[in-house]
């Protein structure tokens, strides 16, 4: 085998964990930075949360707010209304909605690249309680890790899953904790541009990271 045919294999063996898990492609958004675009496939299992998330992105909630917390091997967190024309080295004091949009099982999971709404200071029944969302980086985990975290959890990871975590990191610990709405499909090296700017010390980036939201690919 010729080292292009072993390169288009690796190629396709990425490309091949990164879309595992949209194959029920719902809607397609695109996050718009001064550091490029990133594409967000939305998955149909999650429908509910999607058109709320969805509704947001129409209504422009998203627009002219900042990625405000950048946690390079964790998370890059944004999309709070609050941030927008903050000054430089505030705090955002996160948004909360008067109702509670409750979590949604599914089957996804926090892989790299995985696109998840938060949950701030939670209760019990993981409630969605502001508009805030997040993007996961992550490590690879080890099978001894998530061994471990599988006890914790008290579920099996599949082979895919454990392939998944254990070829392009996540965050498995917070499976079943937040719902997970979709994936990164395109412009994950952004994320990582991002993610390379130095932070203070809440995580903020001491550069400002504007985003814009604009749908791309509606719901049929």
């Known amino acids: 085998m010729n080292k292009v045919s072993i390169q288009l294999g690796i190629l396709f063996f990425s490309l ?31 429908k509910a949360l999607n058109d709320h998330f969805l509704q947001n992105v129409r209504d ?37 909605y008067d109702t509670l949009y409750p979590a949604i099982s599914n089957s996804y999971i926090h892989k790299k690249g995985a696109f998840a709404l938060a949950n701030i200071d939670r209760d019990s029944s993981n409630a969605i309680n502001g508009p805030q969302f997040y993007i996961v980086d992550g490590k690879p985990i080890s099978g001894t890790e998530l061994n471990l975290i599988e006890s914790g959890l008290k579920r099996q990871f599949t082979e895919d899953e454990r392939k998944a975590y254990s ?39 001491i550069e400002d990271v504007y985003m814009s939201i604009s749908i791309t690919s509606e719901p049929k």
């Open 16 to 46: 091949s964990l990164f879309t595992s898990c949209i194959s029920g492609k719902y809607a397609v958004v695109e996050i718009a930075t001064d550091y490029g675009n990133m594409t967000v496939t939305l998955q149909e299992e999650s």
């Open 60 to 96: 422009g909630k998203y627009d002219s707010t900042l990625f405000h917390r950048s946690i390079k091997g964790l998370v890059l967190q944004g999309g709070d209304p609050s941030s927008k024309g903050m000054a430089q080295g505030e705090v955002v004091e996160a948004s909360i």
């Open 167 to 205: 070829e392009l990191g996540g965050l498995p610990h917070l499976d079943g904790k937040f719902t997970v709405l979709g994936v990164v499909t395109k412009g994950l090296d952004v994320m990582e541009k991002i993610q390379a700017i130095q932070t203070d010390v809440n995580d903020r980036p």
